[in-house]
T-cell receptor, first 114, second 109 residues
Framework: IAGITQAPTSQILAAGRRMTLRCTQDMRHNAMYWYRQDLGLGLRLIHY???????GKGEVPDGYSVSRANTDDFPLTLASAVPSQTSVYFC?????????????FGPGTRLTVL | GQNIDQPTEMTATEGAIVQINCTYQ??????LFWYQQHAGEAPTFLSYNVLDGLEEKGRFSSFLSRSKGYSYLLLKELQMKDSASYLCAVIPNDYKLSFGAGTTVTVRA
């Protein structure tokens, strides 16, 4: 069982380019999340999805979009990357999205925007 | 926004005990998580508290006082592998985890 996989592991991107970070889980969890982690700021929620077909905005959604066409996949797209989007991105999932759920995190994608 | 505070860094000796404090001011409270994150890796679940008191799990314990907006994570019999960041996260009324910036613990021989 792989759990949650993310791709790519790392990426260097020119400003203005479009980029999609991929996330796949095999635990049949209903809820999925995207976070960014920056030094001194901790993990901040970008977007989330409580079930396939629905998405919601987190704390820092600007410049990012997501889709949830099926249970397993939750891609994050940067339409036109900017240097302030340089960060480590973590995808996570939980069983129902309820308040007592444990979230399970993927290995992360390190993104550098130049 | 939510406010979750924890110390930035702590250092302790192998075999010792370290207590990581977390204070929070949030829009409602539905529970508190502690996660461990080794450098370059994903956060992994350590503990969950929703009622006041101490939860013990092997060498790790977590305490919660809802009236004080306070939690701590206690690491006993420290081992070198415990060198990591420890993240405090609170569930406010919107049910979305809100994380503190994390405490980096360094264990020295």
């Amino acid at each position: 069982i792989a759990g949650i996989t993310q791709a790519p592991t790392s990426q260097i991107l020119a400003a203005g380019r479009r980029m999609t970070l991929r996330c796949t889980q095999d635990m049949r969890h209903n809820a999925m999340y995207w976070y960014r982690q920056d030094l001194g700021l901790g993990l901040r929620l970008i977007h989330y999805s409580n079930t396939a077909g629905t998405t919601g905005k987190g704390e820092v959604p600007d410049g990012y979009s997501v889709s949830r066409a099926n249970t397993d996949d939750f891609p994050l797209t940067l339409a036109s990357a900017v240097p302030s989007q340089t960060s480590v991105y973590f995808c996570a999932s939980s069983e129902t999205g309820g308040p007592t759920d444990t979230q399970y995190f993927g290995p992360g994608t390190r993104l550098t925007v130049l | 926004g939510q406010n979750i505070d924890q110390p930035t860094e702590m250092t302790a000796t192998e075999g010792a005990i370290v207590q990581i404090n977390c204070t929070y001011q949030t829009s409602g409270f539905n529970g508190l998580f502690w996660y461990q994150q080794h450098a370059g890796e994903a956060p992994t679940f350590l503990s969950y508290n929703v009622l006041d008191g101490l939860e013990e799990k092997g060498r790790f314990s977590s305490f919660l006082s809802r009236s004080k907006g306070y939690s701590y994570l206690l690491l006993k019999e420290l081992q070198m592998k415990d060198s990591a960041s420890y993240l405090c996260a609170v569930i406010p009324n919107d049910y979305k985890l809100s994380f503190g910036a994390g405490t980096t613990v360094t264990v020295r021989a």
